[in-house]
C-alpha cells in the first residue's frame, strides 16, 4: 500500500455532518402542565424543516426553546457548537439571538421608523455595524423580499403581507445563520399570504436553513426537506415531505393531514 492509499483508507467514507439544530429529549413544563414529553428534533444545515401538529401541541414551544426563550426542565438544545440549555447570561442569550432569526404571526415592526430604518437599526445598534454597510444590505434584503420601492413608508402605510415581507428582511438584516417562522401567515388576509410564501419558498431555495411552523400544508409539503408532525407534546413521526404527506405511518398523522388538507 503507497501513502496515498493509506490515506485514502483512513478517511471516512462519508463524515455525517453535524446537524446545525438538535434537540434531545427535551422536556419542559408549564408548572404541572408537561407541554414538551421527550422531543428529538434535528436540522442539517441548508435544510428546510416544517412542524405541523394541533393547535396546543408544542410547535411554538420547541422554537422558542431552539431561541434560548425557554429553558427546558431535561434534555439537551444544540445550535451548531453552542449548548442552548446550558446558557446562563443575557450576552450569552444575546449572542445566540443574533445568529437565530425569528419571525412570529405578529410582525411587531417599529411603527414610528421607516421600512430602511426598520432593517437598520439592529444592524448597527446590537450587531455594531457601520450605517453604510447596513444600509447596502437592508437595501438589498429589501430588493429580496420585492419591497425596494416602500424602503421609505412607514409599517402603517403597509398591507399586512408588506409588513411581514419587511419583518422577514429585519430578521435576515442581522445574517441569521438560521430562521424560525411560527404561523408567520395565520394572521394575514388571504390574498396577501402567497406573497409571504413566495418570499419563504425563495429563501429555501437559497439555502437558508429553516425552520417552520406552518398549516399551510401544500406549502409545507412543496419546500420541506423533513417534516415533523407533534401532538400532545411528543413528536408523533418525521421524514422526508414526500413520506409524511404522501404514505404517514401514524394513524393521528393520518387523521390530521385528512382534516387539515
Ligand atoms: P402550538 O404552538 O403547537 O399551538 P404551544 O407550544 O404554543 O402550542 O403550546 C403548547 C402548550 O403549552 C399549550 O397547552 C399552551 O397552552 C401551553 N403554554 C404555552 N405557553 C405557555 C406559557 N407561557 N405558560 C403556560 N402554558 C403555556
Ligand atoms: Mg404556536
Redesign the pocket.
Known sequence: MNATDSFLAAAPATAAEAPLVALHDVHLS??A?P?LKGIDFEVQRGQAVSII??????????L?CITGL?RPQHGEIRVGETRVDALRTEAELIALRKRVGFVFQQYNLFPHLTVLENLVIAPTRVAGRDRATAERDARALLDKVRLSHKEAAYPGELSGGQQQRVAIARALAMRPELMLF??VTSALDPETVGEVLTVIRDLVRDGLTCVL?THEMRFAEEISDQVYF?EA?VIVEHGPAARIFGAPESERTRAFLHRAL
Open positions: 408549564f408548572g402542565n407541554v401538529g394541533p393547535s396546543g401541541s408544542g410547535k411554538s414551544t420547541i422558542r425557554l411560527d404561523e411552523v407533534t407534546g
